[in-house]
């Protein structure tokens, strides 16, 4: 158990990192802001060949938004069911559905009416089965096993399902958070979900067979067995924490307490006999757990203890794991094989996946029985070093998960022996592009979260990296100015290209500024702006200030212009006009360079968070929402008045705005989000994209062909607009 946690440890310093890229990526997004001659980046449209539009399309046939990197397939798959050894089903990302009908070996794609990320599905038989988009609170369902699927009710008032069980052929019963609160509701749906109403009792736990509802409450365990219309406290308890009720169907239940009382009913709960534990699992104990029984009263049990690890990190480890076949009257602890070190294994509460089959972690493998811990067996996976994220069983099947995000799942139909890998493993690279720009249809450049620049001379087909001088590590944004100056920023550096990209050098800088930007603009070969930042530690606690500086010489010398509020947002319109935003939505605007500044008038609501500044010409310019409420905001004026425009999104982060004529402009942002509009900004219209990844750069070369770049290297265009 000590490994195992540390092993924990070890991931959840690999995700803060992660994260910490990702925010880094993310922010690096507003660095290099553009402006001007929006119109002018790219060529004449070429015809587009197929091989340029990638392996799937959003809207099918190389119409909408085409997956171009990762490759060979881009999805995500959140959650997989297996309804017997043949029949499976995987949703994910974007609205992803797969299907099987030989165990894994082979999958179908299957139409989605939902773009949004698909976090569960479900299926009661061949025929039913439903599945959960989180994102817009609604669920989509299928009668005739999975090929066709359709729209259903909002599961309101719930945030969110975070479990979700099927009771015969039309029964949901779906748990979740209600909005904004942490307290969670039960809802119950008789009609396939085509209706919801809130059931009468505590968060639903447990779900019988039949269809009766189980909660664990204060008051003690809770039954419904009208699905939800009326409720009852079918146990007292309310002076020992009960373990999960242990049941393989509704009759035969069986109740541990904290106090080591055992009650079980078989009855289905109306009524219970008690008995003290016969034997005290353990002396150094702190409770005990009964875990997935069967109707015959063979199970598992296991009894936990506190420790602390090093660092003074304190911690549950398992002391024993016990088995009984006579529903919990006598148990015995589980032998296990002399190579099988109890003191090198690591059992969750969450491995007993069955009355016979439970697995563990052994150093950097997983372990399992299929036969109450009689025998045991390694499990291999092609191609992993490592012991799976989990394991568990669907069906007919067990299903494994690997990965940082889990993102690659196996699947077995005889107990472990072989693995066969979903279709929609992706690469664990968790890699950001920050932005994108191309010098025309076929040279393209994305930098990345890793401080290099991945670089295209084919319109897409291949990708290469281009590393910078300096070999930077961190960070990552890039612009071309309309001369054809290449500016780029990688820990902290400014960089300059004056052959399109090919070379890149460190621009040197004075000390006070030396790797210490944050964001940077050029409006031409010459005319630029950095803000730098300066921290001061003291322990853990940063006290920052930033700085903006300008240069009218290609960065030999720059000018100091004062300091600026943290949150403020800089760009220009050109060599004289910008915009200054900060926290609670104030607009200041310059005409002489950033010198001074004067407060912008605005027409309308204004967010108080305040993200990207695009300019598109020296007059027409936008702000976008950094979060909620989704209304960015206009000027036309070079940025003297500013006025709102609503946008059809909900509460999102908005991360890159551009237009490539008066017309035609795209929006880009968290969950995949993609708006575009084709009358100037007056309305925008979301596109599907089939990804639920943040995007965080946007960059269209003509009317019809877009880049957008993302997060976890993800590569996005379209030769139709989007549509």
Request: hydrophobic residues 40%; contains cysteine; aromatic residues 10%.
């Amino acid at each position: 158990m000590k490994r195992f946690l540390m092993a924990l440890a070890k991931m959840r310093a690999r995700l803060m990192r992660s994260c910490l890229q990702k925010l880094l990526t993310a922010f690096a997004l507003f660095s290099m802001v553009s402006c001007g001659n929006g119109d002018s980046a790219g060529t004449a449209p070429n015809p587009v060949q197929d091989a340029a539009l990638g392996t799937e399309c959003s809207l099918g046939a190389d119409r909408g938004w085409c997956w171009q990197q990762p490759l060979p397939v881009p999805h995500h798959v959140y959650e997989v069911q297996f309804l017997d050894s043949e029949r499976g089903w995987a949703v994910g990302e974007g609205g992803f559905i797969i299907a099987t009908e030989d165990g894994g070996r082979s999958w179908s794609r299957r139409s989605s009416p939902v773009f949004e990320d698909l976090s569960s599905v479900r299926f009661a038989d061949a025929s039913h089965g439903w599945a959960v988009a989180n994102q817009s609170a609604r669920m989509i369902g299928t009668t005739d096993g999975g090929r066709t699927w359709s729209l259903l009710a909002p599961f309101a008032p719930l945030s969110s399902v975070q479990q979700l069980w099927v009771v015969g052929g039309s029964t949901l019963v779906a748990s979740g958070p209600l909005p904004g609160m942490s307290a969670y509701q039960t809802i119950i749906s008789q009609d396939g979900g085509a209706s919801w109403r809130v059931a009468s009792m505590p968060r639903v736990t447990h779900v019988g067979a039949s269809g009766t509802l189980w909660s664990m409450a204060f008051e003690g365990l809770w039954v419904s067995r009208d699905f939800g219309l009326t409720a009852s406290v079918a146990l007292p308890c309310k002076a020992c924490t009960l373990s999960p009720v242990a049941l393989e169907d509704d009759s035969q239940l069986l109740v541990v307490a904290s106090s080591q009382t055992r009650y079980q009913s078989s009855d289905a709960g109306r009524t219970w006999s008690s008995s003290a534990m016969n034997q005290q699992p353990d002396a150094a104990g702190i409770g005990f757990a009964a875990k997935a029984f069967n109707r015959g009263g063979t199970g598992w049990g296991l009894s936990l203890r506190l420790v602390t690890y090093p660092g003074g990190v304190g911690g549950v480890a398992p002391v024993t794991i016990w088995r009984t076949s006579d529903a919990g009257t006598t148990w015995s602890p589980l032998a296990l094989p002399s190579w099988l070190d109890p003191t090198a294994a690591a059992v969750s509460s969450d491995g007993f996946l069955d009355a016979q089959t439970m697995w563990l972690l052994l150093d950097r493998h997983a372990v399992l029985t299929i036969d109450g811990g009689a025998t045991w067996q390694r499990l291999d996976f092609p191609n992993e070093a490592e012991a799976p994220a989990f394991v568990r069983r669907s069906g007919g099947a067990l299903l494994a998960g690997f990965g940082r995000f889990q993102d690659r799942w196996y699947a077995s139909t005889d107990g472990g022996r072989q693995w066969t890998v979903l279709p929609a493993a992706r690469d664990d690279s968790d890699v950001s592009y920050g932005s994108a720009w191309f010098l025309d249809d076929t040279h393209g450049f994305v930098a990345a979260g890793d401080g290099k620049l991945r670089v295209t001379e084919d319109g897409g087909r291949t990708w290469r990296q281009q590393v910078l001088p300096g070999e930077p590590t961190l960070g990552g944004s890039l612009q071309f100015t309309p001369d054809g100056v290449g500016w780029a920023l990688a820990d902290a550096r400014l960089y300059r290209s004056l052959d399109s990209g090919r070379s890149w050098e460190i621009r040197a800088l004075p000390d006070s500024l030396d790797r210490r930007i944050y964001r940077a603009q050029f409006v031409d070969a010459n005319h630029g702006w950095i803000v730098a930042r300066n921290c001061m530690f003291s322990g853990q606690v940063a006290d920052c200030t930033s700085t903006l500086s300008a240069t009218m010489d290609a960065g030999l010398s720059w000018q100091g212009l004062g300091p600026i509020e943290e949150s403020s947002g800089v760009a220009f319109a050109d060599a004289n006009v910008g915009v200054m935003t900060s926290y609670g939505g104030a607009i200041k605007r310059t005409t002489d360079g950033g010198r001074t500044w004067t407060a912008a008038a605005t027409e309308g609501p204004v967010p108080a968070q305040l993200g990207k500044i695009y300019f598109r010409t020296a007059t027409e310019g936008w702000i976008l929402p950094y979060y909620s409420p989704a209304v960015a905001l206009r000027t036309k004026d070079a940025g003297l008045t500013w006025k709102s425009v609503t946008l059809p999104a909900r509460s999102t982060n908005f991360y890159d705005i551009r237009f490539v004529d008066e017309a035609n402009g795209w929006i880009v942002g968290a969950g995949g989000l993609v708006l575009h509009s084709a009358d100037g900004g007056a309305t925008w219209a979301r596109q599907p994209t089939a990804t639920g990844m943040p995007l965080f750069s946007a960059f269209p070369i003509d009317s019809q062909k877009v880049w957008i770049a993302g997060a976890r290297s993800t590569i996005l265009v379209t030769a139709t607009a989007g549509e």
